[in-house]
């Protein structure tokens, strides 16, 4: 029930996505190797986002754990 979650065909496709928009950039077509290049920038910009705000989360959840501990003591 709280075992991790098997990713595997995800990471299948996040790792597929990335070798062909990095043979994309290597290509001689420009506007293609534009549009690699941005969406690369932007999926960077998107794990990161999903970094913070499970770091936010983790705080959030640690809080609530002190919260309900002091609660539970009175």
């Known amino acids: 029930m709280f075992g991790r979650e098997d990713n595997t065909y995800n990471e299948m496709?996040?790792?597929s996505t990335l070798h062909w928009?990095?043979?994309?950039?290597e290509s001689?077509?420009?506007?293609?190797?534009?549009?690699a290049k941005v969406t690369i920038e932007h999926?960077?910009?998107?794990?990161?986002?999903?970094?913070?705000l499970e770091?936010?989360?983790?705080?959030?959840d640690q809080f609530l754990k002190k919260?309900?501990?002091k609660i539970n003591n009175i």
């Open 67 to 69: 919260i309900k501990g």
């Open 28 to 35: 001689d077509d420009v506007v293609n190797k534009n549009g």
């Open 43 to 52: 999926i960077k910009y998107l794990n990161k986002k999903i970094k913070e």
């Open 21 to 25: 928009l990095n043979e994309v950039l």
């Open 55 to 60: 770091d936010k989360n983790a705080l959030k």
């Open 13 to 15: 496709i996040k790792n």
